[in-house]
């Protein structure tokens, strides 16, 4: 199984960026996908999640900013991100959780200039 984010890169402050994480996972609508996010010596934390049913939750400090969102038809994860602040820099990582398991992409950089 291999989750391969993209579409991270430099944006000023009050920009957008729209995140993919494509999954080879021959179930991929099934699996719970998630963003994360990990700045520099900080720990790892969660930014978003959508169920296989396209429930969504995100972290207080990214509602109305950020929306995530699936084609399960494309096997692929979004995030789009709005409004960036230098505080969203970090390097976000997917990740896919089914029947107790669960796989990691290989993060994308974003970051924020002001």
């Known amino acids: 199984v291999q989750l391969q984010a993209s579409g991270g890169g430099l944006v000023q402050v009050g920009g957008s960026l729209r995140l993919s994480c494509a999954a080879s996972i021959s179930i991929f609508s099934l699996y719970g996908m998630s963003w994360y996010r990990q700045a520099p010596g900080k720990q790892r934390e969660m930014v978003a999640t959508?169920?296989?049913?396209?429930?969504?939750n995100y972290v207080d400090f990214v509602k109305g900013r950020f929306t995530i969102s699936r084609d399960n038809a494309k096997n692929t994860v979004y995030l789009q991100m709005n409004s960036l602040k230098p505080e969203d820099t970090a390097v976000y990582y997917c990740n896919a959780r089914y029947g107790g398991v669960e796989y990691w992409g290989q993060g994308t950089q974003v970051t924020v200039s002001s």
């Open positions: 959508i169920t296989s049913g396209g429930s969504t």
